[in-house]
């Protein structure tokens, strides 16, 4: 496609289920970021992907939060047992360059947990 | 790991004059910093970057300078023009790192 591609864009669940989030990236781009934003802040590191394993998942706040990338293409970010202190916009980027390249980002996907 | 503070968090301006958003980090061995417009609603959009091998970077109405010695870079953004208003991030990373550090942002509105 011609951006990153995230669905769904907006997702509304109760407290306790279980969320999938996925992202599709720039063809060809084999890093892979998520972040998260909140409300009047900057985004939040979550996880890197480089190709089809996880680089680096040290933003991961707890283990009710996973992601992977078994193509090294899509990517889907799990959230078990959500907490209304999820509520977020998560943001997926791609990037040819990994860390020192332009960074292409999705329009995100906004949780609420009520 | 890095830490990058934003200054300042809003800031207003009448239309045609200059807006200047500030940021520092600590990590010395970062190496490159990006600055990303996001309107309302919208995705981050990269604008303007800099590289820690030059000190100063202009493209049109935008430039940024950075001060490797002090560990800050600013966003000089002139002739401003209400489209210009949006929230503006800037960001670190190093060629070694995984991942990149964001500011707060600063709310910037043009005032027509």
């Known amino acids: 496609g011609a951006g990153v591609s995230q669905t769904p864009s907006n997702k509304v669940t109760e407290k306790g289920k279980y969320v999938e989030l996925r992202c599709d990236p720039i063809?060809?781009?084999?890093?892979l970021y998520w972040y998260r934003q909140s409300l009047g802040q900057g985004p939040e590191f979550l996880i890197y992907?480089?190709?089809?394993?996880?680089?680096?998942d040290s933003g991961l706040p707890n283990d009710r939060f996973f992601a992977v990338r078994p193509e090294g293409s899509v990517s889907t970010l799990k959230i078990q047992r959500t907490e209304r202190g999820d509520s977020a916009v998560y943001l997926c980027?791609?990037?040819?360059?990994?860390?020192?390249?332009?960074?292409?980002f999705g329009e995100g996907s906004r949780l609420t947990v009520l | 790991g890095e830490n990058v503070e934003q200054h300042p968090s809003t800031l207003s301006v009448q239309e045609g004059d200059s807006a200047v958003i500030k940021c520092t980090y600590s990590?010395?061995?970062?190496?490159?910093f990006p600055w990303y417009k996001q309107e309302l609603g919208k995705r981050p959009q990269l604008i303007i970057d800099?590289?820690?091998?030059?000190g100063e970077k202009k493209d049109q109405r935008i430039a940024v300078t950075l001060n490797k010695t002090a560990k800050h870079f600013s966003l000089h953004i002139t002739e401003t023009q209400p489209e210009d208003s949006a929230v503006y991030f800037c960001?670190?990373?190093?060629?070694?790192?995984?991942?990149?550090?964001f500011g707060t942002g600063t709310s910037l509105t043009v005032i027509p």
């Open positions: 980027a791609s990037s040819l360059q990994g860390s020192t390249g332009e960074l292409f």
């Open positions: 063809s060809g781009h084999t890093a």
């Open positions: 992907f480089q190709g089809t394993g996880a680089a680096d």
């Open positions: 990590d010395s061995a970062s190496n490159y």
């Open positions: 800099i590289r820690s091998n030059v």
């Open positions: 960001a670190a990373s190093k060629e070694t790192g995984n991942q990149f550090y």
